[in-house]
């Protein structure tokens, strides 16, 4: 066994050197607000009408299609199945990379000038791709064929533009609303959460749902900002980041009774499981399974209600209760190139054609994403009929862009390491907001 | 007679030297075919590590761009009680893991080598778990030690025990992870370990059996002495490996309790890959390696005490 030396020593050097490599493997950031929230999040996107294309007689052409979410591929396939009807000699080829690897690849693919043509982006990373010049900007195309951006919420138009230019297609918008659980409602008699609510309703009737004997429990507090404290921080007439752009509105009084309107839940009114427990089972699977009467989540979680047999059944959805303002947070994805695009003039093409409201059927009918552009919204609303999906379409009217700045993408994880505190009971409230606003602010200089 | 010695050394001489030309012959051979290995080796792991070190001493911003900072990052290190905390942790989780581990898969690899009927398929099993990707163990593993629903507190609860929530309790999280590690990687050394049981002439302990020795005396006289080349190597190994465990971690302890149980590594990971932060993470892991190199000097230092080759 005399090998077993030079093996050890051997094995000593490449085990020690492995780590530092993965040192520069890449140079990535992840980004963006909860993986989750968009993984599920469908979009539809659809283009301005296929203005007749002058395309027929031009050369063939391929242009790569980055995206991320699994179930939405079919869509996009039959968008551009459609899409080619009118430009055969655009192929587009899509690059499907996992949510969790999505940003990753999308920062070293930039580094190296290697992005995708045309590709999904967010509110959280759009300002960094843009404002590091990554991004082609459609200004000059939309001149040129007249292009009408009005047809998209001007929150999200403006959320993809960055110094006055556009470099965003809106695709979709999602925003958060109250699903709850109409079984557990009828078991105990209680009529349904509607537009009169506010929060010391919510609380007074999540303690009468709560039921610690059968692990029913009334209203979690999601750990986690856009279907979070975010929504209640902006209801306490809060904001996350002011007009200037310069502080963020965690430490601000609003800004702290919002979060403690959740923290609240779990500590105070115990309707809701401790963090430590639903860092264990995620309330939204407790809701899936009859575990949990109300929920705060977002709109795309429509198609995997719908789709789920218990949900499918007890499920529906009201607005928010209000605090001193009804509100919640809009975002939306948006479709992007990128600004070393071999085939802009192709790829500009294809992304009126994904703003288009053909574009926007195909995907509204799935009932996976709430369509950007207007009319879209009429098909979505169909799509679902079990469910009140209006709620949704009424939250959009008095809900706040995600903030987006150009290091909003590590919010998300600055945001979970301060709060925590907050959510066990570890420190108050108002010192982990104010606590978290130190460190956002930080970002922003 | 000088002719005779002449002619001699020319004849030594010449094949002297022929087999010098062989060698070299010989050699050239050797070094194209373990060239493709050593260019793999310079590019992906001596390179890195050089190209570490040089990051180390930089400041990232958005898509690669980086400036010189010196000895910015390590003057940051060495305040930072982020770091101190994850070093204590990593040492905590070693700590545990390398005792338990060796003992375990010794005390596994002597029952296998008894030669038990079905033996094949014991190896098998035990060796199953350090073929499965960390990360679907890490998976599989969360659902077993849920607080609430897991199959550990559930079969707990049979026996009257209320479970703790393993992976969201600060004083339980690294201890899981130990446990969830050990059970991985215990059947892996246990095979290595194996082999050098195997590697023990049983002559050895026919004389000994004759001169009325027993099982006791047997492993602690002649098994254990006769197997330590093997458990050094397993304990140099295991011990590089623990130092930078990070996977399972990253992979079952959730936001609530990662202040307990934050490693090393799990820490270059967050501020490289989630606070974009390459330069200082280059310079934490730089410090790792220099731990890791002085502790292995350290046990190759120490194994004339303990290591006995025949």
């Not at chain 2, 010989?26 to 992906?44: C, H, I, R, S, T």
């Not at chain 2, 101190?84 to 002597?110: D, E, K």
Request: aromatic share 12%; charged share 20%; with cysteine.
């Amino acid at each position: 066994m005399g090998k077993g030396i030079r093996w050890g020593q051997l094995t000593a050097v490449l085990a020690g050197s492995a780590i530092l490599l993965s040192a520069c493997g890449s140079n990535d950031k992840n980004g963006s607000p909860s993986p989750s929230a968009f993984a599920a999040s469908p979009s539809s996107s659809a283009s301005a009408a296929p203005s007749a294309s002058p395309s027929a007689s031009a050369e063939n052409v391929t242009i790569t299609y980055g995206l991320w979410d699994q179930v939405q591929q079919p869509a996009m396939e039959a968008i551009i199945a459609k899409f080619r009807e009118t430009h055969p000699n655009i192929e587009v080829k899509i690059e499907l990379t996992p949510w969790s690897e999505y940003w990753t690849k999308l920062d070293t693919a930039a580094t190296g000038g290697t992005l995708p043509d045309v590709f999904w982006m967010n509110g959280s990373s759009i300002v960094k791709f843009a404002a590091n010049g990554k991004l082609l900007a459609y200004d000059d195309y939309a001149t040129a064929d007249a292009f009408d951006w009005n047809v998209y919420p001007k929150s999200l138009v403006d959320m993809y533009s960055y110094k006055g230019k556009r470099y965003g297609m809106p695709k979709d918008y999602d925003t958060i609303g109250l699903w709850y659980n109409k079984a557990l409602f009828d078991a105990k008699k209680l009529p349904y959460p509607d537009d009169t609510w506010d929060w010391n309703k919510a609380v007074e009737v999540a303690k009468q749902l709560t039921d610690p004997a059968k692990g029913i429990w009334g209203l979690p507090a999601q750990f986690q900002g856009q279907i979070g404290f975010y929504n209640t921080i902006l209801e306490a007439g809060g904001y996350l980041l002011s007009p200037d752009g310069a502080k963020s509105g965690y430490g601000t009084p609003e800004g702290i009774r919002g979060i403690e309107l959740q923290t609240d839940l779990i500590l105070k009114h115990k309707v809701s499981p401790t963090l430590a427990q639903m860092t264990d089972t995620n309330p939204k699977d407790l809701f899936k399974s009859g575990k949990v009467a109300m929920l705060m989540d977002g709109s795309w979680n429509v198609k995997d209600f719908a789709t789920t047999e218990y949900t499918k059944a007890n499920a529906d959805v009201a607005v928010l209760p209000k605090d001193k303002v009804r509100s919640g947070i809009i975002h939306g994805l948006g479709n992007v190139a990128a600004a070393n695009t071999k085939h802009p003039k192709e790829a500009w093409e294809f992304l009126k054609f994904l703003g288009s409201k053909d574009a926007a059927e195909i995907q509204a009918k799935d009932g996976t994403a709430l369509p950007a552009v207007s009319g879209g919204e009429e098909l979505w609303l169909k799509s679902v009929p079990a469910f009140h999906l209006q709620a949704f379409v009424d939250m959009a009217k008095v809900s706040v862009q995600y903030p987006a700045t150009l290091h909003s993408d590590k919010w998300d994880g600055l945001e979970k390491e301060t709060l925590k505190s907050a959510y066990t009971g570890e420190s108050s409230a108002a010192d982990a907001a104010k606590l978290l606003g130190e460190k956002i602010d930080e970002t922003l200089k | 007679m000088a002719m005779l010695s002449e002619t001699f050394r020319k004849r030594s001489a010449s094949r002297f030297a022929r087999s010098k030309r062989l060698a070299r012959i010989d050699y050239k051979w050797g070094y194209l075919m373990v060239a493709p290995l050593l260019a793999g080796l310079a590019v992906f792991f001596i390179w890195p590590v050089f190209r570490t070190f040089y990051f180390s001493m930089t400041d990232w911003g958005d898509f690669g761009s980086y400036v010189w900072s010196g000895g910015d990052n390590y003057r940051r290190l060495v305040r930072d009680p982020a770091v101190y905390r994850a070093f204590g942790h990593t040492f905590f989780y070693v700590a545990i893991y390398i005792p338990v581990l060796v003992a375990l898969s010794t005390f596994l690899a002597v029952l296998l080598n008894k030669g038990v009927r079905g033996s094949g398929v014991y190896r098998t099993l035990y060796f199953l778990p350090a073929v499965l990707m960390p990360a679907a163990v890490g998976l599989a593993w969360r659902w077993l030690l849920n607080g609430e629903f897991g199959l550990v507190n559930t079969l707990l609860k049979l026996v009257g025990i209320h479970g703790p929530g393993w992976l969201t309790e600060g004083r339980t999280a690294l201890p899981a992870i130990v446990l969830v590690a050990v059970w991985s990687m215990v059947g892996f050394q246990a095979m290595i370990l194996l082999s050098g049981l195997q590697g023990i002439p049983s002559a050895y302990y026919e004389a000994a059996r004759q001169e009325g020795a027993g099982g006791a005396t047997l492993f602690r006289r002649i098994t254990l002495p006769l197997l330590t080349p093997t458990l050094f190597f397993v304990s140099v190994t295991a011990l590089i490996q623990a130092f930078q465990v990070f996977d399972l971690i990253y992979m079952m302890i959730g936001q609530v309790a990662i202040d307990h149980a934050d490693t090393v590594v799990y820490l270059f990971y967050k501020q490289a890959f989630q606070l974009g932060a390459k330069g200082y993470a280059s310079a934490i892991v730089t410090a790792l390696f220099a731990v890791i190199l002085a502790i292995t000097a350290i046990q190759l230092r120490l194994q004339k005490r303990w290591v006995h080759y025949d």
